[in-house]
T-cell receptor, first 114, second 112 residues
């Protein structure tokens, strides 16, 4: 009954590899996000999608490619992984992209690039 | 765009004391101000929020105040307990921005 679920929870991979993180929400929300949390705990938005359409792309390297097959899913694919990509990636959703909406986070995916 | 500054970055208090975390924002169009708590190894979760038409809101030991003129809002935790130890994030959002902007977080440690 998890509201926002993402897999895998832990991912250890070598530099240069390509990896994907999947996310699904069962809250019926129109908007989904990817956030990156680095070692200093800063939460930075990467992307937001509203009803499968890209709304926000916060100057993220184009090695990161989000894909939203439907409004309940937002996957993140990362090409040519670098050491600096090591972080916790949170998928999230909210009712819409407008103001006044609580953001519901998934449990996070711990990515370690070695 | 919106800029949210949060202070302090770390805060240590004795159990039973009060804790106050402050945030300032830059976009006068922001009208929704949530606070999220992130326990170690867990996801951020909403603990309280306030909208621009309200000056203060309380929920048991937690309260949030908003000063729209000064563009700042604060989280107040009274009678702190060890389980209040976590990272707290403030955020501000507006229809113009279409997103929430988070502060850099405050690591609160409550010493038993």
């Amino acid at each position: 009954d998890t509201a926002v679920s993402q897999t895998p929870k832990y991912l250890v991979t070598q530099m240069g590899n390509d990896k994907s993180i999947k996310c699904e929400q069962n809250l019926g929300h129109d908007t989904m996000y990817w956030y990156k949390q680095d070692s200093k705990k800063f939460l930075k938005i990467m992307f937001s999608y509203n009803n499968k359409e890209l709304i926000i792309n916060e100057t993220v390297p184009n090695r990161f490619s989000p894909k939203s097959p439907d409004k309940a899913h937002l996957n993140l694919h990362i090409n040519s992984l670098e050491l600096g990509d090591s972080a916790v990636y949170f998928c999230a959703s909210s009712p819409d992209e407008g103001t006044g909406n609580t953001i519901y986070f998934g449990e996070g995916s711990w990515l370690t690039v070695v | 765009g919106e800029n949210v500054e949060q202070h302090p970055s770390t805060l240590s208090v004795q159990e039973g004391d009060s804790a106050v975390i402050k945030c300032t924002y830059s976009d006068s169009a922001s009208n929704y101000f949530p606070w999220y708590k992130q326990e170690l190894g867990k996801r951020p979760q909403l603990i309280i929020d306030i909208r621009s038409n309200v000056g203060e809101k309380k929920d048991q030991r937690i309260a949030v105040t908003l000063n729209k003129t000064a563009k700042h809002f604060s989280l107040h935790i009274t009678e702190t307990q060890p389980e209040d130890s976590a990272v707290y994030f403030c955020a501000a959002s507006s229809t113009n921005a279409g997103k929430s902007t988070f502060g850099d977080g405050t690591t609160l440690t409550v010493k038993p």
